[in-house]
């Protein structure tokens, strides 16, 4: 194998092409010294290899990188009903989409469940324009305020220790720059009532985690499961 060393090509063709070919049917290898890189038309190559079923992805300003394409929800491990607040940490960067599940998940008393947000400083118990309301055997607001705002997180209406729920909230990324979050949930809870809410939640960085809690942080969840799906 030859190999050719130099600083620069200059172009000298009338119709303005460099051609680099060989004469057999080897490979063009073209490999940068040291840790340069091999910058092709304004596009900056990676300098290593990436993993099995990685694709190339830019990054918007002339850099290649490998990336692992999403093949969907990734599940967390679900948490059996216990203690006065359950929450799920290591949420990737880059998420957009958490999906709260809840199988016949209970809690001690009546007290509202709040479904709080968090980045790498905390869980956030603040400043949640939330609104939460219930329809039970047709009949709008079980607990006397159809309609209930809340702060402190994303409210669930609960009114007794009896009530099992099972459903699900949706958090979805509306505004990325600013972080900002919105809800909507929907609950099967005890025979024939339904639950559900909305609203929307502006953190200062990257969501992180998801907690829930009881409002007034004293009873506990006692039964079922709750989990988490994210992509």
Do not use: C
């Not at 339904?194 to 200062?204: M, R």
């Amino acid at each position: 194998m030859s190999t050719l060393k130099v600083d620069t090509i200059n172009e000298k063709s009338t119709n303005g092409a460099i051609t680099i070919a060989n004469t057999g049917n080897g490979n063009t290898i073209i490999t940068p010294a040291g840790t340069g890189k091999v910058v092709i038309d304004g596009l900056t190559h990676p300098h290593a290899d990436g993993s099995a079923n990685q694709v190339m992805q830019t990054n918007g300003s002339g850099v290649l990188s490998f990336a692992t394409i999403s093949t969907g929800f990734t599940h967390a491990t679900p948490q059996s009903g216990s203690g006065t607040s359950l929450t799920f940490g290591s949420i990737p960067s880059g998420t957009s989409l958490i999906v709260v599940t809840m199988h016949d998940f209970s809690s001690s008393g009546g007290d509202e469940w709040m479904v709080q947000i968090g980045d790498s400083g905390g869980i956030e118990t603040a400043d949640y324009r939330s609104q939460r309301s219930t329809n039970t055997n047709g009949s709008l607001g079980s607990d006397g305020t159809p309609n209930s705002n809340e702060s402190q997180g994303f409210g669930i209406t609960v009114d007794s220790a009896s009530n099992a729920f099972g459903g699900q909230m949706i958090l979805s990324l509306h505004h990325p720059t600013n972080h900002t979050w919105t809800s909507s949930s929907s609950f099967r809870r005890a025979a024939y009532d339904h639950s559900w809410g909305a609203g929307s939640k502006d953190l200062s960085a990257e969501l992180t985690q998801v907690r829930i809690t009881t409002k007034g942080g004293s009873e506990s969840f006692d039964a079922g499961t709750i989990n988490i799906m994210y992509m």
